[in-house]
Structure formats: structure tokens, C-alpha cells
């Protein structure tokens, strides 16, 4: 039997903090899991090095599904973004070990692709229509099919997922919402002035780019039901693939009035963390998407058990994959959405070369499809030399607040 060895919890910041998990087999192999929670980074990795590490070790290699209990039942305390991220870690490195033994891509272990490739989203932005238009060109010349359109607000300073121009250092309009410091920024927030311009950016870009192109709006938990519904329905004209995260999703009842006010596809669950979070919205096909991430959601394992849940009730994915989720995680995404039969769509925010100097990976993305390549396990491998010259510094997401000081939903 091959047992699990070391388990090492490996820091690096490559331009974002990324946190990831190695574990080493009795024959050898390495496994790696992507256990990056932005801005709470250390607290995970604390998690898996001081209680994950320690009981690992000895176990068999090859027991995913045993192990995957053993943490989540185990420990008594179930649930929640630090617990499932150090679990997802696990698992993720548990299948890049079983891939790497069986000389298969982790996507083949799954039951193999039902597709050529996966259809990726990429971010558009912009303060006004001219910005917003040549950051929509920019993607479609890098070959990507579908766009996510955010603008800034007139009268609100800055917007969450409206990249601020250079602000990821290289150039790149990619959006990097942690930023570096000892303390978040404060963004402003009305919800009134954004429900108010959001139609008509969304009727420019429909006029210039023609109804073909799938359009997609990340709402980021800022409305109340009712509010999401008419804003959702101020939309439909312009036939967005999804509207995202429209109203905070701890209460999954709101989402039957926002069903009631609009038929806009609705995706929401990138802060979910397990089935349970779901259970509402997909036993009562409230959302047309599951936003989860397998970092944050338990690993390959449990996603691939929510996807399975949500095929019941004609519910794709369109998972979680901005610049916080390291390359494991993302190849993870891949290999999982390759094999599901209810894939829906991927997002695909490229990391910087920094980042790709660290993680090696073998995944490709070619005519607005991506592939997770057919290295054995996940494909990816860790440069520890890179790694280790980038040295943890603390970044958070900005908070947001009501234009009188009130906090707010972000
Ligand atoms: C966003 C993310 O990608 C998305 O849809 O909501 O930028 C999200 O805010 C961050 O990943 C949070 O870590
Ligand atoms: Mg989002």
C-alpha cells in the first residue's frame, strides 16, 4: 500500500498570495491541491499544517473518498470556507496522485470528456461605453467567445470588477480585486445609480457587437430580491447568458421572488462551500448555474456530487475561476468540467507571468475553448525556486459602502 508521507503547505506571492498543499506518497509521488481563500489566506494554511498535516500521514494514498469523510465528518465541526478549502486541498491532491499512478489525466479518471473543450469567459470593464467596447475587442482578438461586461457608475468613484488601467502592473486589463496593505480599501456603493445606468450599457454593447456574442453581468450580492428582479428584468431585452450573485444567497427563499419578477438566468455560489448551501436553489431550480469553485467547495470530490445533484434539475455549471484560484485549482475546474455532462461555462481569468513561472501547467486554451491537456493527474507542477522567492503579503478585497457611510454588500 502506498501511504501518504509528507504533506507540505507551500506560500508564494507571484503578484496575489496562493496558498497550496503537496503531499508526498511512500513511493514518491507528489500530489498538489489548491487551497488559496483570498484575503484569509493563513488561516487555511494553519488549518492544514497544524491539523490536517499531523493526521494524514501514514494513511493510504489512495482512499479519496474515505479521506474526504474522515476530514469532513472527523472533525466534528463541519462546514464553512477554511474547513472546505484544507479539504478540497486534499482531495485535489489525492487525484493528481491516483491520475499520476494510473499514467491518466484526472479528467479520464472521472469517466472521461464528453466535449472537445470548455467554453471560457473572460472580463471585460471599463469607466465608460468607448473603454468598455475596446475591452470587449481586446478579448475577442485573444479568442475568447463569451464576455462578462462590468462598468463603473456615474457619480461612484471605484467599482468593483472594473479593472482600474494598470492596475495588475503588466498592462493586462485583467481585474485583481485583493489589493496589497495592512487593511482593505473603501469603495462607494447606490444601488439606485447602478440599477439605473446597467441597462443602457448592456443595450450599447448589444447595438455594436450584434446579438450573437454570450454576455454575462456579475451583480456581486448588492440587491435585494425584488430590486434583482427588476433589474433582471430591465435586462431581458439584451438576452445576458447569466446575471450573477444578483442578492445575497444565505437566505435561498429570495430567490423565488427574483423567479418571480424575471426569467434571466440567474448563477450564484461562488461563496457557497457545500451541497447543503445549494439545497434550495437547486431542489426548487432557483439558479440555472452552480458559481462554485472546487477550492472553496471540498475539492473534486463534493462538486462533482453537486453537479451530479444539479442534473436533475437541468442546472449547468459555470464555475468559479478568477486570479485568486491558483492554476491547480483551475486544472481541477478543467478536468471536472471536461467530464460532467451539465458543463455550462468556465471562467478564465489568466494569471500573470509570475504566477505561470511557479505553477507549470498544461492546460490550453485555443478558440475560446480550454483543455486541461492530457498530462497525467492534473498537469500541474510547482517550481518551488520561483515559489519561494515570493514571499507572503498581506492583500484583501476592498469593502464597500452606502454613500452615507453604511456598510454595505460587496
Ligand atoms: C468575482 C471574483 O470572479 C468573480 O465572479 O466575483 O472577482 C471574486 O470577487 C473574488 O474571486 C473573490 O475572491
Ligand atoms: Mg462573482
Not at 110 to 130: D, F, I, M, Q, W
Not at 166 to 180: I, K, L, N, T, V
Not at 253 to 279: H, K, M, S
Request: glycine share 10%; charged share 20%; with cysteine.
Amino acid at each position: 500500500m502506498s501511504t501518504i508521507e509528507d504533506v507540505e503547505v507551500l506560500i508564494t506571492n507571484p503578484g496575489r498570495n496562493f496558498v497550496t498543499l503537496r503531499i508526498t506518497t511512500s513511493d514518491g509521488v507528489t500530489g498538489l491541491g489548491d487551497a488559496t481563500l483570498n484575503g484569509r489566506e493563513l488561516a487555511v494554511a494553519s488549518y492544514l499544517r497544524d491539523h490536517v498535516a499531523p493526521i494524514l500521514t501514514g494513511r493510504d494514498s489512495s482512499s479519496i473518498e474515505d479521506t474526504w469523510q474522515y476530514l469532513y465528518r472527523g472533525a466534528y465541526w463541519r462546514r464553512g470556507p477554511v474547513t472546505m478549502a484544507s479539504i478540497a486541498a486534499v482531495d485535489m491532491a489525492l487525484w493528481d496522485i491516483k491520475g499520476k499512478v494510473a499514467g491518466l489525466p484526472v479528467y479520464q479518471l472521472l469517466g472521461g470528456a464528453v466535449r472537445r473543450g470548455l467554453l471560457a469567459y473572460g472580463h471585460a470593464s471599463g469607466a465608460e461605453t468607448p473603454q468598455i467596447f475596446d475591452s470587449i475587442r481586446a478579448h475577442l482578438e485573444e479568442g475568447y467567445r463569451a464576455v462578462r461586461v462590468q462598468t463603473a457608475v456615474p457619480g461612484l468613484g471605484q467599482v468593483y470588477g472594473v479593472a482600474a488601467a494598470g492596475a495588475s502592473g503588466s498592462g493586462r486589463y485583467d481585474y485583481e480585486p485583493a489589493r496589497p496593505g495592512a487593511r482593505p480599501t473603501e469603495e462607494q456603493w447606490d444601488t439606485r445609480a447602478y440599477m439605473r445606468h446597467l441597462p443602457s450599457v448592456f443595450e450599447a454593447v448589444r447595438g455594436e457587437f450584434g446579438p450573437d456574442l454570450p454576455l454575462l453581468h456579475d451583480g456581486h450580492h448588492r440587491m435585494t430580491p425584488n430590486q434583482a428582479g427588476r433589474l433582471g428584468r430591465d435586462l431581458e431585452p439584451y438576452d445576458l447568458f447569466w446575471l450573477e450573485d444578483c442578492t445575497p444567497a444565505e437566505n435561498q427563499q429570495g430567490l423565488r421572488r427574483v423567479r418571480e419578477l424575471t426569467t434571466q438566468p440567474l448563477a450564484i455560489g461562488e461563496i457557497f462551500n457545500t451541497v447543503w448551501d445549494y439545497q434550495t436553489l437547486i431542489t426548487e431550480q432557483l439558479i440555472d448555474y452552480v458559481r462554485s469553485a472546487v477550492t472553496h467547495t471540498g475539492g473534486i470530490t463534493h462538486l462533482k456530487k453537486i453537479m451530479d445533484f444539479a442534473s436533475l434539475y437541468q442546472i449547468k455549471s459555470g464555475f468559479h475561476g478568477p486570479t485568486d484560484i491558483s492554476p491547480v485549482g483551475q486544472a481541477a475546474a478543467l478536468h471536472l468540467g471536461l467530464a460532467i455532462h451539465n458543463f455550462g461555462i468556465q471562467e478564465y481569468m489568466r494569471h500573470t507571468d509570475d504566477t505561470l513561472e511557479v505553477f507549470h501547467t498544461s492546460y490550453s486554451f485555443e478558440d475560446g475553448l480550454l483543455h486541461p491537456g492530457d498530462t497525467p493527474g492534473l498537469g500541474v507542477e510547482y517550481d518551488d525556486a520561483a515559489g519561494t522567492s515570493h514571499e507572503y503579503s498581506p492583500a484583501y478585497l476592498p469593502v464597500n459602502r452606502l454613500v452615507d457611510g453604511t456598510m454595505h454588500d460587496w
